[in-house]
């Protein structure tokens, strides 16, 4: 039986090459592992500049990966010294790439980075850096949990793990701020949102890094399989959702 694709964007940095600096696409396997690992087929979407209609056609999911700060002009902000890793250009094609995946109803799985883009893409707003009032970005080993968050009852995350407080990893140095129209919060750490979802979309949004803990942590890990579950489902018509 042929695997689901998953499309996984991944961040555009410059980097050293035999070339000199040039822009690269540069993803950790860890996503496209976590993906596999639960019976998807990972696709990496590198940066495309203007993309075009149709860049979603042959797939049956979305992961929007971590990565550098949303442009901060997006949401009404000026630039800020703390704010680090801007590339408008990835900023504009993940635009792309969600709004294609919600206008195809496929189910998308945002990340860090992508939890925060799709707040502010839906009207939200983002704290510029939490770090003067909370740290959340640990210094143990990335697949090790450093903190607590409290599940929603009701919310499609609940049913995706098995208990209502779960370890999650921690690397950010922003936050939710003003939600995002049709977003709902399903999980926090004390005042810091940890998890979105939305009303009118297939979308499950967390601000930890569950791809680093998937392969040790079953909880993690079922955040891959529901996301690969809903994408498989689409195949044979039954339009699951998470």
């Known amino acids: 039986m042929s695997r689901p694709l998953i499309a996984v964007s991944a961040p555009i940095e410059l980097a050293p090459t035999a070339f000199g600096e040039q822009d690269c696409t540069k993803l950790t396997t860890a996503y496209t592992n976590a993906v596999y690992a639960a019976g998807g087929q990972p ?53 792309a790439l969600y709004n294609e995946a919600v206008e195809r109803g496929l189910p998308v799985l945002a990340i860090c980075r992508g939890m925060q883009l799709v707040n502010v893409l839906r ?66 750490c004390g005042a810091v949102i940890e998890a979105v979802e939305a009303d009118d979309a297939n979308l499950v949004a967390v601000q930890w890094h569950p791809e680093q803990m998937a392969a040790t942590d079953s909880q993690q890990a079922a955040l891959f399989q529901a996301l690969v579950a809903a994408a498989d489902s689409r195949t044979n018509n039954s339009k699951e959702t998470y």
Not at 48 to 68: E, K, S
């Open 43 to 95: 696709v990496v979407m590198p940066v495309v500049v203007d993309p075009p209609a149709g860049l979603l056609d042959r797939f049956d999911g979305l992961v929007l990966t971590g990565g550098g700060d949303l442009d901060p002009t997006l949401y009404g902000e000026e630039p800020d010294p703390t704010v680090y890793g801007v590339r408008p250009e990835r900023d504009a094609f993940e635009i």
């Open 123 to 188: 009207g939200g707003s983002l704290i510029l850096d939490i770090q003067d009032e909370v740290q959340h970005w640990q210094t143990i080993p990335a697949h090790e949990a450093s903190h607590k968050i409290d599940v929603v009852d009701d919310a499609r995350l609940a049913g995706i793990f098995d208990q209502a407080s779960v370890g999650v990893n921690s690397y950010h140095h922003q936050g939710l701020k003003d939600l995002g129209a049709g977003l709902r919060v399903t999980a926090t």
